[in-house]
């Protein structure tokens, strides 16, 4: 079973950055993502990224041209860094992995079955 550990969360003000990871547990993972949960609402995709057999990413609209996804396959390690940061960005962070088959890489939720416990983000005016 693979585990997953996010940090980098915290508080910032509207403009500024944050950078988060995610470490694995294993290396044999063929696909990472990153979503986000706002109180009142659903969990969304933000970025994901092919781990096995390329390094394909993708992006929810919202993100694109603000946050970067990128990975260490050395250290088993995702980052999301996100740039540009507006109070609408802030939400409980999960990182999430698919270990084989499927679509890779995906923004969508129900294509990924280990999640993380989440990190904070949150973005002040």
């Known amino acids: 079973q693979v585990r997953l550990v996010e940090s980098g969360g915290g508080s910032v003000q509207a403009g500024g950055s944050l950078r988060l990871s995610c470490a694995a547990s294993?290396?044999?993972?063929?696909?990472m993502g990153w979503f986000r949960q706002a109180p009142g609402k659903q969990r969304e995709g933000v970025a994901a990224i092919m781990i096995a057999g390329g390094s394909s990413t993708v992006y929810a609209d919202s993100v694109k041209g603000r946050f970067a996804i990128s990975r260490d396959n050395a250290k088993n390690t995702v980052y999301l860094q996100m740039n540009s940061l507006k109070p609408e960005d802030s939400a409980m962070y999960y990182c999430a992995a698919r270990l084989a088959g499927g679509r890779c890489p995906s923004v969508n939720p129900v294509d990924f079955a280990t999640w993380g416990q989440g990190t904070q983000v949150i973005v002040s005016s």
């Open positions: 294993a290396s044999w993972i063929q696909c």
